[in-house]
């Protein structure tokens, strides 16, 4: 069975750093490229970031391109979100979700497991 | 403001069919494939169609979806209470390089 948990969220004030971290497990890891993708209070959903299988290419929104960086460690089959320069209009609900090719790409990048996301909350 | 555009709400009382619509434009939903997910509050979201049409295993063949040009729609009958949650459509917009969403459509069961 996928599971996928994040941890991490918390309360900070703007311009505060945080790292967000997905445990994952039921499923080769390192196969798949991984997303992050978030929800805040009262809005839709938006794409944040993606990883390759490897890690060796990265993804992000233009939203948060520059302040955040995605990482994983396949040998702990973890995916990070380093967060910095946060803002208030980055307080949401992260999610770590799972691709489903090795690659992201335009007709793979889709997300066919989710995890129950963690809170992050900007706020002086 | 969400590149894709769907109805805030919909409604139906049990065994009713319902629709929800995704409306694009030819850089996303015009050239891409539809994708539709569920989400009830504080859950994980759930992969409901993929591929304009296609169902995961275990997803109910009450779920439907469909695409026509720049549109897209979901249809669920037979609704059940348990339906009651967000729906979301999502699609690769060429000219952002990067997936999109719809705003995303609260289902009531009356």
């Known amino acids: 069975e996928v599971q996928l948990l994040e941890s991490g969220g918390g309360l900070l004030q703007p311009g505060g750093s945080l790292r967000l971290s997905c445990a994952a497990s039921?499923?080769?890891?390192?196969?798949?490229?991984m997303n992050w993708v978030r929800q805040a209070p009262g809005k839709g959903l938006e794409w944040v970031s993606a990883?390759?299988?490897?890690?060796?290419?990265?993804y992000y929104a233009d939203s948060v391109k520059g302040r955040f960086t995605i990482s994983r460690d396949n040998s702990k089959n973890t995916l990070y979100l380093q967060m910095n320069s946060l803002r208030a209009e980055d307080t949401a609900v992260y999610y770590c979700?799972?691709?489903?090719?090795?690659?992201?790409?335009?007709?793979?990048?889709?997300?066919?497991?989710w995890g129950q996301g963690t809170l992050v909350t900007v706020s002086s | 403001q969400s590149v894709l555009t769907q109805p805030p709400s919909a409604s139906g009382t049990p065994g009713q069919r319902v629709t929800i619509s995704c409306s694009g434009s030819?850089?996303?939903?015009?050239?891409?494939?539809v994708y539709w997910y569920q989400h009830l509050p504080g859950t994980a979201p759930k992969l409901l169609i993929y591929r304009n049409n296609q169902r995961p295993s275990g997803v109910p063949d009450r779920f439907s979806g469909s695409k026509s040009g720049s549109s897209a729609s979901l249809a669920i009958s037979g609704l059940r209470s348990e339906d009651e949650a967000d729906y979301y459509c999502a699609a690769w917009d060429d000219s952002l390089s990067g997936p999109v969403f719809g705003g995303g459509t609260k289902l009531t069961v009356l």
């Open positions: 039921g499923f080769t890891f390192n196969n798949y490229a």
């Open positions: 030819s850089s996303n939903i015009g050239s891409n494939y």
């Open positions: 979700a799972k691709g489903t090719s090795y690659y992201y790409d335009s007709s793979t990048y889709y997300w066919d497991y």
């Open positions: 990883t390759s299988g490897s890690g060796g290419s990265t």
